[in-house]
């Protein structure tokens, strides 16, 4: 009986593509993911700042008293869109965080939110 044994497994190419694979990736996610956090952090001072605030300045100045001890560099309280509706007030954000890659490719973010009902979206292009 003549048994024929196939070898599995990955070759050193493979394993070197892998590899560089799982590099490109863990460094767009370390760029991505402060953003990301940001976007979170500014979310929840947002929060804040409706329910501090009964004026527009009051929410403003809420806002950007959490931004300062959150280290919000992305927007500041005049950044931020506030709106009067029948049960108090809206308020609404939206800004870009550009992400250079390499050469002339770049990563644009665009984050908005808002405390209206189904306000949050986040949008990569």
Do not use: C, W
Request: charged share 20%; net charge positive; hydrophobic share 45%.
């Amino acid at each position: 009986m003549v048994v024929s044994a196939k070898q599995k497994g990955i070759s050193l190419v493979g394993l070197i593509v892998l590899l560089a694979l799982v590099g490109v990736i863990g460094l767009l996610a370390m760029q991505v993911l402060p953003t990301y956090s940001e976007y979170r952090s500014i979310t929840a001072a947002v929060a804040k700042a409706k329910t501090a605030g009964t004026t527009p300045q009051e929410v403003r100045a809420s806002f950007d008293k959490s931004a300062e001890v959150n280290y919000i560099s992305a927007i500041s309280g005049r950044d931020l869109t506030i709106e009067r509706n029948e049960g108090g007030l809206d308020v609404s954000f939206a800004y870009d965080k550009k992400i250079h890659l390499a050469g002339p490719a770049s990563l644009l973010l665009e984050y908005s939110g808002s405390t209206a009902k189904g306000g949050a979206t986040t949008r990569a292009e």
